[in-house]
């Protein structure tokens, strides 16, 4: 399958906005959490250019590969802390935005684990992710093999 358009090319300013917004997430979050998130959330939408990109880039930061796949299934694996769980348990909510929404279950356990301002980025992050995830999706990119 080819790529269907290059967003970048077609809509600049408005791609150049979103990169405005993760240059922002990268300055405020942990660059290993924000890569979990991404990661979680690209496993979700089923974009394979973003699972590709933010796995090679916990690869990159050292992660153990075993860590990387355990994203897939991060509520039983064992290698994520309290502070982790709780922002994967919170990308899954956001990501999936059931009939409900977020659960007051999976909101007290972010916010027992994280400041407000972390909240607030995570779900920036989140938001973000599932934004690239959606154009690269709609538009067939994969990652180059």
Same mark, same amino acid.
């Given at each position: 399958?080819?790529?269907?358009?290059?967003?970048? $090319? &077609?809509?600049? $300013? /408005?791609?150049?906005?979103?990169? /405005? =917004? $993760?240059?922002?997430?990268?300055? !405020?979050?942990?660059?290993?959490?924000?890569?979990?998130?991404? =990661?979680?959330? !690209?496993?979700?939408?089923? *974009?394979?250019? *973003?699972?590709? =990109?933010? #796995?090679? +880039?916990? &690869?990159?930061?050292?992660?153990?590969?075993?860590?990387?796949? #355990?994203? !897939?299934?991060?509520?039983?694996?064992? #290698?994520? +802390?309290?502070? $982790?769980?709780?922002?994967?348990?919170?990308?899954?909510?956001?990501?999936?935005?059931?009939?409900?929404?977020? !659960?007051?279950?999976?909101?007290?356990?972010?916010?027992?684990?994280?400041? +407000?301002?972390?909240?607030?980025?995570?779900? =920036?992050?989140?938001?973000? &992710?599932?934004?690239?995830?959606?154009? /690269?999706?709609?538009?067939?990119?994969?990652?180059?093999?």
């Amino acid at each position: 399958m080819d790529q269907r358009m290059n967003l970048g $090319e &077609i809509a600049p $300013e /408005g791609y150049r906005a979103v990169l /405005g =917004l $993760e240059k922002y997430l990268n300055k !405020s979050l942990d660059a290993r959490l924000l890569d979990l998130v991404k =990661l979680r959330a !690209s496993m979700l939408n089923g *974009c394979a250019y *973003c699972v590709d =990109l933010h #796995g090679m +880039d916990l &690869i990159k930061q050292g992660e153990d590969m075993r860590q990387v796949l #355990g994203v !897939s299934t991060w509520w039983e694996f064992p #290698g994520f +802390d309290a502070r $982790e769980r709780a922002a994967l348990a919170l990308t899954d909510a956001v990501t999936k935005l059931g009939e409900y929404g977020v !659960s007051d279950e999976v909101w007290d356990t972010a916010r027992a684990a994280f400041t +407000d301002k972390e909240v607030a980025d995570l779900i =920036l992050a989140i938001g973000t &992710i599932n934004l690239w995830n959606r154009i /690269g999706v709609t538009t067939r990119m994969h990652p180059a093999v």
